[in-house]
């Protein structure tokens, strides 16, 4: 075989390694970026999927005849018979899109009931800034755990009457992970409107 073929084939298969990772460079760089993409996508649906369980937990503190209480389950929000003509104040227990799971741990009023959710998954959030007013508190988590170097403690107690859909978990020296993303409706501390607030 003369040399200069045999140099012209050894520069086209140093040409094709080069080529080779290059291609793997950029498969590897999309499947980050779609992975990044898909995550957002799932926390932009814990975000709407919580405050549909706050909208539904500020609804029935709002209505019926006892007005003001919270719901001791997450059933009662699926279907209220406090009146005679029962209310749906949440369409259906969701599933959590970044467990796949209808599985919610509960943030417990002190009066009793149920005043908020949150997810049960322990990964970290993507999203760590720029939240709605109502979700303020989740970035409060993320900077009393810097502050401290741990994650604020929860205040979860247990509920006897949970459903079985339904995990109650301590969160005391637990990294920031989506459990600090409560979707609590709070009872204003005087007169007027009732607000969401998030948990802490």
Not at 11 to 40: H, K, M, N, P, W
Not at 105 to 114: D, K, N, W
């Amino acid at each position: 075989m003369p040399t200069g073929s045999r140099q012209q084939a050894g520069l086209t298969y140093i040409g094709l390694l080069i080529a080779v990772v290059f291609f793997g460079l950029g498969a590897v760089g999309a499947a980050r970026l779609l992975a990044s993409t898909e995550r957002a996508e799932r926390e932009a649906e814990l975000l709407f999927i919580g405050h549909q369980f706050r909208q539904a937990i500020q609804s029935y503190l709002q209505t019926g005849p006892n007005a003001g209480r919270y719901p001791p389950t997450l059933a009662d929000l699926l279907q209220d018979r406090r009146s005679p003509t029962p209310r749906h104040h949440l369409r259906r227990l969701y599933v959590d899109p970044i467990t796949g799971k209808a599985d919610w741990g509960l943030v417990l009023a002190p009066e009793g009931g149920i005043m908020g959710v949150h997810s049960l998954s322990e990964r970290e959030p993507q999203k760590r800034a720029k939240f709605d007013a109502a979700d303020a508190d989740f970035e409060l988590a993320l900077q009393r755990q810097q502050a401290r170097g741990q994650a604020p403690t929860s205040g979860l107690q247990p509920l006897a009457a949970a459903s079985s859909a339904v995990q109650l978990t301590p969160l005391e020296d637990a990294p920031y992970s989506y459990r600090d993303w409560k979707f609590v409706y709070r009872l204003p501390l005087t007169g007027g409107a009732r607000q969401p607030a998030g948990g802490g």
